[in-house]
């Protein structure tokens, strides 16, 4: 059984920083695509930035040059450093795996980020 668990989600203060984590419990880690994605509330679920097999990433643009995302496949974990956050990243943060070649997909239960002062 697939499962996705993240962790690292709280309150921060705006221009602080957060790091997500992400453990998947899933065989042939290395060849699922990575992503954390994140819905507020009432807004839809958007991407924040996927990460591939060997590391090439991309990012939302609201998240670009303050989010790193990174992955460990020996550890199958990924993470996402979190830096000079807003009110506006706050949002619940989901953890996505999907399946390079079948495209399957799984999701974890997600963790609450807030940014307030």
């Known amino acids: 059984q697939v499962q996705l668990v993240e962790s690292g989600g709280g309150l921060a203060q705006p221009g602080g920083s957060l790091r997500l984590s992400c453990v998947a419990s899933?065989?042939?880690?290395?060849?699922?695509?990575m992503g954390w994605y994140r819905q507020a509330p009432g807004k839809q679920r958007e991407l924040v930035a996927t990460i591939f097999r060997g590391g090439s990433t991309n990012y939302a643009d609201s998240v670009k040059g303050r989010f790193t995302i990174s992955r460990d496949n020996a550890a199958n974990t990924i993470y996402l450093q979190m830096s000079s956050v807003t009110p506006e990243d706050t949002a619940v943060y989901y953890c996505?795996?999907?399946?390079?070649?079948?495209?399957?997909?799984?999701w974890g239960q997600g963790t609450q980020v807030t940014v307030s002062s």
């Open positions: 899933i065989d042939n880690f290395s060849i699922y695509i």
């Open positions: 996505k795996a999907r399946h390079l070649l079948s495209g399957q997909a799984y």
